[in-house]
């Protein structure tokens, strides 16, 4: 349970074991900052993207990777060791690998991941290993032609693969598999995406769909709950061995069907969310720091990086994490009305 909130800017911590990070009002550990690195996409999946109507931002106001890596050096400098790139789709960037780079020689970074929906990584896996990247999580809702394309608009299932062989053969182990379920798309085949954690190291990993923006109505109407992909996995594989005691590693609770070289997890922000864990700040294409991912409050990083220099960013992040909302108001039914997933980095 979350203690009361202090009413005064938390000081920042040094804890014994790990790294310095900065501690919010209700005690959580913010050490973990997505960037996302450009809004566009070249998929439309149905829960994040509208098909139409959407606005993108115009190049001269996506951060450029000088100012993405004085706001990660400023993040790394006050105690975050993780950074993940995010979008839309982060290969649309055409300085992808300079940004990957760039970052990844910053003193103090433990981990420098990327999400990518995987369409070019047959290409890219081995420049982004080279560049300096870690881990991969990448996207696929389902490995059935048919519904792939009702869901996830455009995706090619073999470009996919030969992305995700790609990236194991680069090293960006483990390999992690992230689908989102909605029902009367991909909702029945949950098993069978979860039959490539038997053979191949991979960790499949489950995602509840979420509300939000213009594609609100879909998650919500679609809706299924995890316990229940999990039901009709057991029914196919037999009973799922808990891993990690069945706590939470990161946001997921990690499973694996009986002698499977892979793992399954669940990720389960509407129906079990962990707020109460969350260690991250999200940044936006355009430099707005937010708080929360479904809540609308942003701070500008990046105006204050023009206007301040990277002076102003560290007493930034000290705001930011301080004013940090206590969790999510899914369960009242309020929702982020203004940015839709694609134009947050999820
Ligand atoms: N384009 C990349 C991709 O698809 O992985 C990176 C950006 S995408 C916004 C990041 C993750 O957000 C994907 O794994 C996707 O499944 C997830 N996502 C998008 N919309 C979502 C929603 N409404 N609810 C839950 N997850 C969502
Ligand atoms: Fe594109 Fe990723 Fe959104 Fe799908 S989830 S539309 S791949 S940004």
Excluded at 3 to 11: A, G, K, L, V, Y
Excluded at 276 to 293: E, V, W, Y
Aim: aromatic share 4%; net charge neutral.
């Amino acid at each position: 349970m979350l203690e009361c909130p202090m009413i005064s800017r938390p000081p920042l911590t040094t804890l014994p074991v790990r790294r310095r990070a900065l501690v919010d009002r209700w005690g959580r550990r913010i050490d973990y900052l997505r960037i996302s690195l450009i809004d566009h996409c070249n998929l439309r999946c149905v829960y994040c993207m509208p098909l139409k109507g959407l606005r993108f931002l115009p190049r001269t106001e996506l951060m450029t990777a000088s100012e993405i890596e004085q706001i990660a050096r400023a993040a790394v400098g006050v105690g975050f060791s993780k950074i993940r790139l995010t979008g839309g789709e982060p290969t649309l960037r055409p300085d992808l690998l300079e940004i990957v780079e760039r970052l990844a020689r910053i003193d103090g970074l433990e981990t420098l991941a990327m999400t990518t929906n995987g369409l070019m990584l047959d290409e890219l896996a081995a420049p982004l290993k080279a560049a300096g990247l870690t881990r991969l999580n990448i996207h696929l809702d389902t490995v059935n032609r048919g519904s792939l394309e009702a869901l996830m608009l455009w995706n090619d299932r073999d470009a996919v693969m030969r992305g995700i062989h790609a990236a194991e053969a680069a090293g960006l182990t483990p390999i992690k598999l992230n689908a989102v379920v909605l029902r009367g798309y991909n909702d029945e085949e949950v098993a069978d995406l979860a039959a490539l954690s038997i053979e191949n190291a991979w960790h499949v990993r489950f995602i509840e769909a979420m509300p939000l923006g213009s594609q609100a109505n879909i998650a919500i109407r679609h809706y299924v709950p995890n316990r229940e992909s999990q039901t009709r996995i057991e029914a196919r594989f037999g009973p799922l061995e808990a891993l990690h005691d069945g706590e939470l590693v990161g946001e997921a609770r990690m499973f694996r069907i009986a002698g499977a070289v892979g793992q399954i997890g669940f990720i389960n922000p509407v129906s079990e969310p962990y707020c109460d864990d969350c260690n991250r700040l999200r940044m936006t294409a355009d430099g707005k720091i937010r708080l929360c991912l479904l809540t609308d409050h942003e701070m500008d990083f990046r105006k204050a990086l023009q206007e301040g220099g990277p002076e102003a960013l560290h007493a930034l992040f000290e705001r930011a994490v301080a004013d940090k909302p206590v969790g999510h108001q899914l369960r009242a039914g309020i929702y982020p009305e203004v940015r839709g997933m694609s134009q947050i980095g999820g």
